[in-house]
């Protein structure tokens, strides 16, 4: 039985989303699909809005990062179709799950999204996360959106720093 190119890799995006108990960045997709050269940017950029207009899988957007996890529907579907995914494809979907696990379980725990106050403000909101539980939130009100958008890009790459100084000031 053949079958269509682009169900195959829906089915492989729907896979992953649901071997995962935490959400994947676009960049985390595709850094599979990609590398595996199962498909190409522009078919799977396709794939990944086919899936959403469907309702298949729910995106959660801040700053410039979409994270995706799957929704009842796209379990659904997967149940019907997934045995559609060869064996050797699950196998790499699993190997690859397992080699970067920890990776990719705390690139989704970070995260960090401003907005506009009606005192008309900017907050920026900071959390990290580990096995589900918040570790921290902060939220911090500035003045420009500018400065916002400079707090929630710094949190990426400083919140281990900020959660030690926070550990050890406190304590």
Not at 29 to 43: G, H, P, R, V
Not at 71 to 76: D, F, I, P, V
Not at 77 to 102: C, M, P, Q, W
């Amino acid at each position: 039985m053949t079958q269509d190119p682009l169900t195959l890799y829906k089915l492989i995006v729907l896979y992953m989303l649901d071997k995962v108990n935490f959400k994947l960045s676009y960049s985390q997709l595709s850094s599979f699909i990609l590398e595996k050269e199962y498909t190409n940017f522009m078919t799977l950029q396709q794939v990944i809005a086919d899936l959403q207009d469907t309702e298949l899988i729910r995106t959660d957007s801040s700053l410039n990062r979409t994270l995706f996890s799957i929704t009842e529907e796209g379990r659904n579907t997967l149940s019907y179709f997934g045995n559609r995914i060869g064996d050797a494809i699950i196998a790499d979907i699993d190997a690859f799950l397992v080699e970067k696990h920890l990776e990719l379980k705390n690139e989704a725990a970070i995260t960090a999204k401003y907005y506009k106050t009606t005192s008309g403000e900017y907050e920026a909101e900071l959390s990290a996360s580990e096995k589900n539980v918040e570790l921290v939130n902060i939220k911090i009100s500035v003045p420009a959106e500018d400065m916002a958008e400079t707090i929630c890009e710094s949190w990426y790459s400083k919140n281990e720093q900020i959660y030690k100084y926070l550990m050890e000031t406190l304590f």
